[in-house]
DNA sequence: ATGTCCTGGATACCAGGA
């Protein structure tokens, strides 16, 4: 079973990209964030076609997230994270692909920080520590995956002594979350794969960040204890943030038996 | 400090988010 998880800026915007890579990766469950597009406006037409199942969660303009399953609808369990009935930005949702439950997220940016926008992203990350700690109580095997926002640490970065050094997915409190879903038990599969690769999966579109390589890791897999055992294969594709219309997030594979 | 690209509201280009 291969797994992607893959922030897409824009479905509609990218929707050519999109079908490209599902159609050279063929990957079995996919998560999807910053759809950009409500619900009205996700393109399940032209999936379906291209052989693809989906759940989602959209909102106007900005987030929203969807699960993928190739030949088969995903199960869903959950639209929102719980812990806060007024939150209403779509950054969360959860289904159940052949006997695995997803829960693909977008977290929030959390910039400009110090300020309300950070105190929000931190206190989304300790509704996803609340909420990950049920699953793992439970015994289920759970992938957490998307867009964390976070570089759990300065190796995940091109420079940590960059102009990134003061933004709000390298900051201490940020990292702090991350490393509690660690503590908890979670298997961040990239780098327990890969434990000296940059492993990159996103390059800002300013600063020229792409062609010198500037690039961060803040895509991630995180697998429950009862699901790590099936590890086997994992990477980030690159390549497809060198392509012609890319977003500025490149998708990353994982297979697990 | 700057840089780029998406979306929406407009119906030209700008604001907001990232």
């Known amino acids: 079973m291969r797994i992607a998880t893959y922030n897409i800026n824009g479905i509609n915007g990218r ?72 939150d209403k930005q779509s950054r969360y949702i959860e289904a159940a692909v052949e006997g695995v439950l997803f829960a693909c997220l977008y977290a929030p940016n959390g910039n400009p920080q110090p300020g309300p926008r950070f105190d929000y992203k931190l206190r989304w990350l300790a509704r996803l520590i609340d909420h990950a700690q049920t699953f793992l109580t439970a015994g ?75 690039g961060l890791r803040i895509d991630h897999f995180l697998l429950s204890p009862t699901l790590a055992p099936r590890l ?4 980030v594709e690159t390549a497809q943030r060198g392509r012609e219309g890319a977003s500025d997030h490149a998708p990353a594979v994982l297979t697990l038996r």
């Open 15 to 86: 929707l050519k990209v999109l079908l490209a890579w599902l159609e050279e990766a063929q990957p079995d469950v996919v998560c999807l964030q910053e759809l950009k597009t409500d619900d009205h406006g996700f393109p399940r037409a032209a999936l379906e076609k291209a052989g693809y199942g989906a759940v989602y969660k959209g909102q106007k303009a900005n987030h929203g997230v969807a699960i993928l399953a190739k030949g088969s609808a995903p199960l869903l369990t959950r639209k929102l994270l719980p812990g806060d009935p007024t």
């Open 140 to 214: 289920l095997p759970v992938a957490l995956v998307g867009d964390f926002n976070v570089v759990p640490t300065d190796a995940d970065i091109y420079s940590a002594q960059s102009s990134w050094k003061t933004d709000a997915l390298l900051q201490p409190a940020a990292r702090a979350a991350f490393a509690k879903l660690l503590a908890q038990g979670w298997v961040d599969a990239l780098r327990t794969l890969h434990p000296q690769s940059p492993l990159y999966t996103f390059w800002d579109y300013k600063r020229n960040a792409w062609p010198r390589n500037a």
């Open 232 to 235: 086997r294969e994992g990477h």
